[in-house]
């Protein structure tokens, strides 16, 4: 697959916690690093996002007493999933993997800031209405397709990737540059997988790029 000006790699929250050692890991975060490392080279256009909760966030299970990571609370825009308590604003946890290269990224986009809305997605809160500007940002540059690599298939890789599709972008995952919370059969990844496809994303790996 040739690439051009108008392709862009997306680097989804590559982050200490969600990577080995990290409050909330990935099976194989830190694995993936030199691969993503290894492909950003590739393109001209790259943009890294990074998951940025302030303290009390609402997604953390500690901010809702009696409850317990992976439990489900509703709220105004609907279920949110409860986790520990995971990449807080100005701590190492929040901190892109010291491994990860890619001096050349133009842009460092935030979510996940706004204390009592979730975002998995960087085109978008899970609100459906708090958007971020990535799509206008990605548009003004011209770009047309779209890679996405990083942290986690399951939730912000996945949904990063379908806002992109809805966006009007060629959308594409690399399959060995992203991780993945549960990867074991019947998880988490593989339900992930089959949502992005039947989104229209497509799955592909490293060695199917020039």
């Known amino acids: 697959m040739k690439l051009s000006g108008t392709d862009a790699l997306v680097v989804v929250d590559m982050q200490n916690d969600f990577c080995e050692g990290g409050a909330l890991p990935t099976a194989d975060g830190h694995e993936v690093v030199p691969v993503i490392n290894k492909v950003g080279q590739k393109f001209h256009n790259v943009v890294l996002t990074q998951d940025w909760h302030p303290e009390g966030h609402v997604s953390f299970a500690s901010a809702h007493p009696g409850k317990k990571p992976l439990e489900t609370?509703?709220?105004?825009?609907?279920?949110?999933?409860?986790?520990?308590?995971?990449?807080?604003?100005?701590?190492?946890?929040?901190?892109?993997?010291?491994?990860?290269?890619?001096?050349?990224?133009?842009?460092?986009?935030?979510?996940?800031?706004?204390?009592?809305?979730?975002?998995?997605?960087?085109?978008?809160?899970?609100?459906?209405?708090?958007?971020?500007?990535?799509?206008?940002?990605?548009?003004?540059?011209?770009?047309?397709?779209?890679?996405?690599?990083?942290?986690?298939?399951?939730?912000?890789?996945?949904?990063?990737?379908?806002?992109?599709?809805?966006?009007g972008f060629d959308t594409y995952i690399i399959d060995d540059a992203t991780a993945s919370i549960d990867p074991s059969p019947d998880a988490s990844a593989d339900k992930a997988w089959r949502d992005v496809g039947a989104a229209g994303v497509t799955r592909i790996a490293s060695s199917d790029l020039d």
């Open 73 to 167: 609370v509703k709220m105004s825009y609907g279920d949110q999933i409860l986790w520990p308590d995971h990449v807080v604003q100005n701590t190492w946890g929040a901190e892109f993997h010291p491994d990860l290269n890619l001096p050349h990224a133009q842009l460092v986009i935030r979510k996940g800031y706004l204390k009592d809305v979730d975002s998995y997605s960087a085109f978008c809160m899970v609100d459906g209405l708090t958007k971020t500007g990535l799509a206008s940002y990605l548009k003004e540059r011209g770009i047309e397709r779209i890679f996405v690599a990083g942290c986690a298939i399951d939730y912000c890789v996945g949904g990063l990737a379908t806002d992109a599709v809805k966006s």
